[in-house]
């Protein structure tokens, strides 16, 4: 069984930055593609960016791109989250998923393995 620890969340005022982490352990961390998803309170969970095995092809939701990017460090076993310009709508729990099919996908139903989330709080 995969497991995925995230770090990173908090409280952030509008138009600053934050970084989140996650760090899955075993050893063919770089075989999955990962992804981040987020569910804010009362609202179904959205995708928010994923990356490939690699890290040179990488996709994100229209909310976001330009503001967050995604990165992976295979040698730490870890995947980043890095969120500027961030907004009161950002506010949600955030969530790092483990694709072993290694596709760079939107859809939750295609990930396997999940972290325990952290919340992101922007106010205003």
């Known amino acids: 069984q995969v497991q995925l620890v995230e770090s990173g969340g908090g409280l952030v005022q509008a138009g600053g930055s934050l970084r989140l982490s996650c760090t899955a352990s075993?050893?063919?961390?770089?075989?999955?593609?990962m992804g981040w998803f987020r569910q804010a309170f009362g609202k179904k969970r959205e995708f928010v960016g994923a990356?490939?095995?690699?890290?040179?092809?990488?996709d994100y939701s229209d909310s976001v791109k330009g503001r967050f990017t995604i990165s992976r460090d295979n040698a730490k076993n870890t995947v980043y989250l890095q969120m500027n310009s961030l907004k009161p709508e950002d506010t949600a729990v955030y969530y790092c998923?483990?694709?072993?099919?290694?596709?760079?996908?939107?859809?939750?139903?295609?990930?396997?393995?999940w972290g325990q989330g952290t919340q992101v709080t922007v106010s205003s």
């Open positions: 998923a483990a694709d072993l099919y290694g596709s760079v996908s939107p859809s939750s139903e295609n990930y396997d393995y």
């Open positions: 075993g050893s063919t961390f770089s075989r999955y593609a």
């Open positions: 990356i490939n095995r690699s890290g040179g092809m990488r």
